[in-house]
């Protein structure tokens, strides 16, 4: 196996005895597999684990492709993949805790990880706190015994504070409690979680590791004990990937490596443009200094996606309609992560509790898609100058 990832994206999970001698995988449909003898039905049930067909649920060479090629880029001892990112996020969190226990998560964590965690895990007596995400080493004042694990996200994917993984990781370990991160806007070509010591990397493979808009999947690629409980709390959970959702991510993760720096090298581009802007407050990228934890995104991270917020100057959200409504090519829609660009207006205060979010204007989160950048950066000239006509500047 190579070093590189580049390679490791063309030949991961492409085993001759999966392949049968074409390029890519197959969709094996299965809920049925068949058995030869009662010897090698006694041999499956005592391996249930092993990649051999056993029962639709338990994935076939399809799955499997998939779950090596993410396992070999992650540096992981395996993967699980789920029907979404979220049950991603939500599995990774069932598997390592139980009712008294304490959990922490960022308090710039995905909406839906902390609807989990404020529904179902308060329901089971699981305690959940939030932190300020860029609380690095302090994290270590709000550990307790019964901390079971810390959630992060790194950057976060409304609000872009970059975390301090290496030093949240150490004063974990210290605790004896499992870190977890949820990858998704780095993905592992980015930031390799689990070589910073994270015990689950998840991704939701729905946004770039798919990359074309049309497939919900996730998975969590982990190491050691937290990989063991992982595997079982999935198995328990009944989770399973189609195999047409599973092939169509094992088909984006090939040309991932090449799709990601033309993200990186447009919203580059366009983060520059817009940070001249007399509209624009601040530019919410970890490439930017005014970044929070810029200066840690240099150190851990080998890129930066497509994915980034501005604070508007001056104006509400209302305002935002006169531009997000008219846009030629940003079109509005939470799940980027595509070829396509995006434009979403999204307010982060209702989901702060650490500190209040307070900015100048309304938070635009862009996704910079593969489009001509000239053709971008006229559809939002054109569009902030729509913002300023209606709030009357
Ligand atoms: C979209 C997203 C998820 C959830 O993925 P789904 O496949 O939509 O469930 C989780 N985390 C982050 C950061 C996301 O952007």
């Not at 300020?132 to 992060?152: C, Q």
């Not at 991704?203 to 982990?222: F, L």
């Not at 092939?247 to 817009?274: C, D, P, Q, V, Y």
């Not at 396509?340 to 635009?364: F, M, V």
């Amino acid at each position: 196996m190579s070093d590189n990832d580049d390679t490791k994206l063309v030949t991961g999970g492409r085993r001759k005895e999966w392949t049968h001698g074409v390029v890519n995988p197959p969709v094996y449909r299965a809920s049925t597999c068949l058995f030869d003898s009662y010897a090698q039905l006694r041999e499956r049930i005592a391996d249930p684990t092993a990649k051999q067909l056993f029962y639709g649920r338990k994935g076939t060479p399809t799955q499997w492709a998939l779950e090596e090629a993410l396992t070999e880029l992650e540096g992981a001892d395996g993967t699980m993949l789920f029907p979404s990112g979220i049950a991603a996020v939500t599995t990774s969190i069932l598997a390592l805790v139980k009712a008294g226990d304490h959990i922490l998560i960022t308090d710039s964590a995905y909406e839906p990880t902390r609807t989990f965690a404020n529904g179902l895990l308060k329901a089971m007596n699981i305690e959940a706190e939030y932190y300020d995400p860029t609380i690095g080493a302090g994290i270590a004042a709000l550990l307790r015994p019964n901390t079971s694990v810390v959630v992060t996200e790194s950057p976060g994917s409304l609000t872009f504070e970059v975390q301090d993984i290496p030093a949240i990781v150490a004063a974990a370990k210290e605790n004896n409690t499992y870190v977890i991160t949820d990858n998704t806007w780095a993905t592992p070509l980015f930031f390799k979680p689990l070589e910073h010591g994270i015990d689950i990397s998840i991704e939701a493979c729905t946004k770039y590791i798919g990359g074309h808009s049309d497939a919900m999947i996730g998975s969590a690629s982990a190491v050691g004990k937290a990989w063991r409980r992982l595997q079982r709390t999935a198995y328990q959970m009944g989770h399973m990937v189609s195999p047409d959702d599973a092939f169509l991510t094992s088909r984006g993760l090939r040309t991932l490596g090449i799709r990601l720096k033309a993200h990186e090298e447009n919203a580059l581009k366009i983060a520059a443009w817009l940070k001249d802007r007399p509209e624009v407050a601040t530019v919410l990228h970890p490439a930017f200094e005014e970044c929070p934890g810029h200066a840690i995104w240099a150190r851990d991270f080998a890129g930066s996606s497509g994915l980034f917020s501005i604070v508007l100057k001056g104006g509400d959200y209302p305002d935002t309609a006169a531009m997000v409504d008219d846009m030629h090519l940003f079109k509005m829609g939470f799940s980027w992560g595509g070829f396509e660009s995006l434009i979403l207006p999204s307010d982060p205060t209702s989901s702060r509790t650490t500190a209040k979010w307070s900015a100048p204007g309304p938070l635009l989160r862009l996704h910079i898609g593969l489009e001509d950048t000239d053709d971008l950066i006229a559809d939002l000239e054109a569009g902030l100058m729509r913002y300023s006509r209606h709030i009357g500047n």
